[in-house]
Every structure is written in C-alpha cells, then in structure tokens.
C-alpha cells in the first residue's frame, strides 16, 4: 500500500511557478509510475505529467514547455515545477501512483492498481 501527500499548492498570479511536492509512503517506490492530475471546476479530471518507473516522462500538450516533473526516488517524492502559469492552470492537482500487476496485502490486480494523493489547489489569478 502507499500513501501519498501532495504539498506546494497555492495561489499566483499569472506568469508565476509554483513547485508541488507529493510525497510517498509505503514500499518499493521505484516501481510505481507517478503522475500528477487536475481537476478543474465543472472539468474531468485531466492527466497533467507522469514519470514512469524507468524515467520516461510524459506531458498534456497544455502544459509542455512550462511543467517539469520530476522523481527522486530516495526519497519517495515526486515533483512538478509548474512555470509560466495561466488562469486556466487553476484546478486541483492531485498525485497518482499506479503499481504494476500483482499482489497488494492478499489480492491480486492483473491490470495494477491505483493510489490517490487528496490534492492540493492551484489557484492562478490576477
């Protein structure tokens, strides 16, 4: 099981950055892929970043060239360095790890399984 904290959340004006931070507890952090989603009011939830177990990264096209995500993987912590933020950046930013298939406690999932940080706000505005 894991347990993920996000931090780092706030409100900017436009053109500011802001950096999240969601921590991870529990064991072998190195072989979730990580990712950060946002949920904008009155949207569906939106895939933002996502860094998978071997590195490769991942980005919306709304957000390349102005987010970075990062992972540390001593230190069970993935990151998003969000620049050159926008109003429409508003929404909730929650951090997602998706373990792959196997056992989790007694039960197996063939297609992984998925862990959900409570978010943290992101509120752009002039």
């Known amino acids: 099981q894991v347990q993920l904290v996000e931090s780092g959340g706030g409100l900017v004006q436009p053109g500011e950055s802001l950096r999240l931070s969601c921590a991870a507890s529990?064991?072998?952090?190195?072989?979730?892929?990580m990712g950060w989603y946002r949920q904008a009011p009155g949207k569906e939830r939106e895939l933002v970043a996502s860094?998978?177990?071997?590195?490769?990264?991942n980005y919306a096209d709304s957000v390349k060239g102005r987010f970075t995500i990062s992972r540390d993987d001593a230190k069970n912590t993935v990151y998003l360095q969000m620049n050159s933020l926008k109003p429409e950046d508003t929404a909730v930013y929650s951090c997602?790890?998706?373990?792959?298939?196997?056992?989790?406690?007694?039960?197996?999932?063939?297609?992984?399984?998925?862990?959900w940080g409570k978010g943290t706000l992101v509120t752009v505005s002039a």
């Open positions: 860094a998978a177990s071997g590195g490769l990264s």
């Open positions: 997602n790890a998706h373990g792959p298939p196997g056992y989790y406690g007694r039960t197996y999932y063939l297609n992984g399984i998925d862990f």
């Open positions: 529990g064991s072998d952090f190195r072989v979730y892929n």
